[in-house]
């Protein structure tokens, strides 16, 4: 399945002339654009500061392959693309949620890769590094290679400029640790002369037991010389095949100065046979320049669903970042027939995705951290502007629940990881049916929700909780209507936070209502939205905070715990932040606080508390763990934050959402630079979505689980956006947000008009925005207080 259809977008035209971006014709005069989104994009962003799946180059959206240098191999944090580090260990293929595979690197002279990276190895010279999405060029200065990387859905393309050796070497590496995972054992044959095929078994992690193995067939332009092989840090003499632990491979060629090698490397979980069909069905020529300009023409395709006129070029630049970060990360994991490993049972076992008329797989299975936070950024971005990646998603969700008993809350390598906390893709898959996404089985899609939200389901689950279903408190949420902390003794999981929980719970069980509400299960409904009341349970009306409650009831109490006390009860966060973690009734929220007036003063002065450290705890997910960077009363650099912004809004204070929402993005989401981009975690799409829906103004406090979805509106950063909807999905055409008199300081919303028509409320429908028209704002640099400041001009509540 392609996820791009047959209908194409406007790329930029009118931007390109008004930045400047154009040039004349030598023979005919006519002017053309010579900037695309493509070429907006900043791929290098934050890469000081990298993750084993952040960074990004020769990859399509959402690829099986993300072929790029790793300068650190050793760990899920830290490595992978390295910006400050000055030596190139191996090209690797995969760089996903708790996988990798297939470390290869082009060497010349003697050969060293027994010796192992650190050995082997190579410096490069960065002036001569070229990057954008879908392309890498690296010079190998140790060998003097010129190495360009490239790549389709599912197969990498490698092309090797050598310099004059009677050695030159291409190595695959499966001795080594890469990323996240150990490698256990490998095999490499030689079929012919021109083509190796194998697998490498990638060691299970405390977040992905099972191993996985990967398998791979690399196919050549040009025959090689020799064929061999290393065992334990030795050489060996090999025949065709080399196999086990601490082996690996390697082909030699003499070169001339100026010689060129072409490889391509197709994968698959299945086998072998899938790898190379994979491989011959993607890329079935040798024209690499071919596929580099696919890749551009792809990934044009998908960064032009969003126009954007005005603002800087850095601006602008910095906006088609984010929007590409959102298109990566949750990898597909199923070949091009549909066929995907399945570990969710005691042995592998290869599954089929059902096909369509013509053959082709309905939709495709995924891998993914987990969507903790999506509900503030997916759920909005992807729905609204990709709603058929959504469709696909919900899909593989309900294929793997069907498979292994469970809908994932972040699925590896066919694996249960139990990433993270709750049922975290309720929300996704509610909001997807609720806006209108319904290519999937709704009846299995809630039976299997429905589960999750019992004794036995992801609720029963603390994070990476695998065998037992202890963690999650579940029990003592429908018992006492809220999760202790400590829950027992002992840690059955991580993230075993019982105050976070419980209020997580209480949000997705509102969610899960809605659901039931809209298919006409009104006992359910009644049933889930009344757990949804729960995060009452926790108000402190004496601390003014969200507070945990023991396992007798009684409110933690502990010497030196304070509202800005890191962890414990709280996922990742304190209780100053979690305080504003009830999305689905903030109306009920500010009658606890003594109401709208009280809920606006404690929530701006918490945001004059974070603009002192820009609003995050620190500029890296690292600095998380120094205690003086933790105690923070907002933090954008992680998900618990994401709404904040957007709750004066409820308050009828909307011009301070105006008005924090741009003082965020100014200080957290407008770096462009390798050391500075999103201050902590961008985990796989998250947070360049939610930075994209603050810079066009756009945002679901919700998730968009209302029983009629809503979009809350900010202060969007640019005099025109205009979305291109998908006409599978919704009829409107184009939705466009136009402003008139924006700027640096025109943070403000004068007043607005939908398709004409004057609007005096800071939300709209969904079902307006779908059917297309235009938002039309006029700014200016005092607020204008009266404009959607009214009770009945708030965005709906649980609470009426």
Not at 64 to 71: A, E, I, R, Y
Request: charged content about 20%; proline content about 5%; overall charge negative.
């Amino acid at each position: 399945m392609n996820f791009v259809r047959s209908f194409k977008f406007p790329i930029l035209s009118s931007l390109l002339i008004l930045m400047g971006f154009s040039a004349c014709s030598e023979q005919s005069g006519e002017i053309r654009p010579q900037v695309t989104p493509v070429d907006m994009v900043y791929p290098l962003i934050d890469t000081a500061h990298s993750r084993w799946f952040f960074f990004s180059s020769a990859s399509r959206p959402f690829g099986m392959v993300n072929l790029s240098p790793d300068m650190e191999i050793d760990g899920a944090w830290e490595t992978g693309y390295k910006y400050n580090s000055d030596r190139i260990k191996v090209f690797s293929h995969i760089h996903a949620w708790q996988l990798s595979g297939i470390p290869i690197l082009p060497t010349t002279g003697e050969f060293q890769g027994h010796l192992g990276p650190d050995v082997y190895g190579s410096h490069y010279n960065r002036e001569q590094e070229i990057v954008f999405p879908g392309y890498h060029r690296v010079v190998l200065d140790d060998y003097d290679i010129t190495a360009e990387l490239t790549s389709t859905t599912r197969a990498g393309f490698h092309r090797y400029t050598w310099p004059e050796s009677p050695q030159s070497h291409i190595l695959f590496d499966f001795t080594t640790t890469l990323g996240p995972s150990a490698t256990s054992e490998g095999s490499v044959e030689k079929v012919s002369d021109t083509e190796l095929q194998g697998f490498g078994v990638m060691a299970g992690t405390i977040r992905r037991p099972k191993p996985v193995t990967v398998y791979f067939v690399a196919q050549f332009d040009r025959p090689f010389d020799s064929f061999s092989g290393w065992k334990d840090g030795e050489l060996v003499e090999v025949g065709d095949r080399i196999e086990g632990e601490k082996t690996g491979a390697y082909v030699t060629y003499s070169t001339k100065e100026g010689d060129v090698t072409q490889m391509k490397v197709g994968i698959s979980y299945v086998s072998t046979e899938q790898a190379r069909l994979n491989l011959e069905t993607e890329m079935p020529h040798w024209d690499f320049d071919r596929v580099v300009e696919e890749s551009r023409q792809e990934w044009n395709e998908w960064l032009g669903r969003i126009e954007i006129e005005g603002g800087t070029e850095i601006q602008q630049r910095r906006f088609y970042t984010d929007l590409w970060k959102a298109l990566q990360g949750r990898r597909i994991v199923s070949d091009v027939n549909g066929r995907y490993l399945d570990m969710t049972g005691v042995a592998p076992r290869t599954g089929q995705i059902p096909l369509d008329e013509q053959g082709r797989p309905l939709f495709n299975h995924h891998n993914s951290d987990s969507f903790w936070g999506a509900q503030w950024s997916l759920n909005t971005l992807w729905h609204l502007v990709y709603p058929e990646v959504t469709e696909s998603f919900v899909n593989s969700m309900l294929l793997m629940y069907e498979d292994g008993g469970l809908i994932p809350r972040g699925p590896s390598g066919g694996n249960y990881t139990y990433v993270m906390t709750g049922a975290s893709t309720t929300p996704f898959i509610v909001s997807a049916w609720l806006k209108g996404i319904r290519g999937f089985d709704i009846e299995k899609a809630y039976e299997g929700l429905r589960k999750n939200h019992f004794p036995g389901g992801m609720m029963s689950k603390a994070g990476y909780e695998h065998d037992t279903t202890t963690g999650g408190g579940i029990e003592y949420y429908i018992d006492r209507g809220y999760i202790p902390f400590p829950l027992y003794d002992r840690n059955y999981g991580f993230h075993q936070a019982g105050a976070g929980q419980t209020l997580e719970y209480a949000y997705q069980d509102w969610a899960l209502s809605q659901l039931a509400l809209a298919l006409g299960n009104e006992e359910d409904a009644g049933l889930f939205s009344e757990r949804a009341g729960n995060y009452r349970n926790l108000w402190n009306a004496e601390k003014g905070w969200m507070w945990p409650r023991d396992r007798d009831g009684n409110w933690r109490d502990t010497e030196g715990y304070d509202h800005l006390t890191y962890a414990g009860p709280w996922v990742e966060s304190n209780a100053a932040q979690y305080t504003w973690w009830v999305p689905h009734d903030l109306k009920g929220l500010a009658d606890l606080m003594g109401g709208a007036e009280a809920f606006t003063e404690k929530l701006n002065t918490s945001f004059e508390n974070a603009q002192h450290h820009l609003f995050t705890s620190g500029i890296a997910h690292a600095m998380e763990t120094i205690r003086d960077y933790r105690r923070v009363y907002i933090n954008y650099g992680n998900q618990q934050s994401m709404q904040t912004a957007w709750l004066f809004n409820y308050s009828g204070a909307p011009w301070l959402t105006q008005y924090w929402t741009r003082r965020v993005v100014e200080e957290v989401y407008s770096h462009l630079t390798y050391d500075r981009g999103y201050s902590g975690d961008e985990d796989q799409g998250l947070m360049g979505s939610l930075a994209v829906l603050l810079k066009i103004g756009l945002f679901s406090t919700d998730g968009g689980v209302y029983q009629e979805p809503f979009y809350e509106i900010g202060s969007p950063i640019f005099d025109q956006i205009t979305i291109h909807l998908n006409p599978d999905y919704y009829p409107g055409g184009t939705f466009v947000i136009r402003t008139d008199n924006n700027g640096p300081e025109n943070y403000y919303i004068r007043s607005a008009s939908l398709n004409g028509e004057e609007l005096d409320r800071p939300w709209i429908p969904h079902t307006m925005l779908i059917n297309g028209g235009e938002l039309h704002l006029n700014m200016g640099p005092k607020p204008n207080k009266e404009w959607g400041s009214r009770p009945d001009q708030a965005p709906p509540s649980r609470t009426k």
